[in-house]
């Protein structure tokens, strides 16, 4: 069964930077329990250029994230980190078998 790797890339604002860490650290322990490895990177070279990195460990658990029921509890985080983010740009791949 192949795994997902999803990926998210955007820019944070430099006043906001210490509040994006914040929320970075609650959802690495909010996905730690929940089978999706998850993983934050800053661009070598260009301050507050980060990737958000998420491997699913199967197309079903990559669709099912997009489930509410399933974030509700960070959903908030969510919404919190992506509306201080800008140039945002999502990217999906399938591992091959």
Avoid: C, W
């Avoid at 006043?15 to 996905?31: M, P």
């Avoid at 089978?35 to 507050?48: A, I, L, T």
């Avoid at 980060?50 to 969510?78: G, I, M, R």
């Amino acid at each position: 069964m192949p795994r997902i790797l999803f990926r998210v890339s955007y820019a944070i604002p430099d006043g906001k930077r210490s509040e994006y860490l914040s929320h970075i650290a609650k959802l690495r322990t909010f996905y730690q329990a929940t089978g999706v490895e998850y993983s934050v990177f800053e661009d070598q070279g260009k301050h507050n250029h980060f990737q958000e990195v998420y491997v699913y460990p199967s197309v079903e658990a990559y669709e099912a994230s997009d489930d509410p029921e399933n974030t509700k509890d960070v959903a908030d985080v969510l919404d919190a980190v992506y509306a201080m983010a800008s140039n945002i740009a999502y990217h999906v791949a399938k591992e091959l078998a």
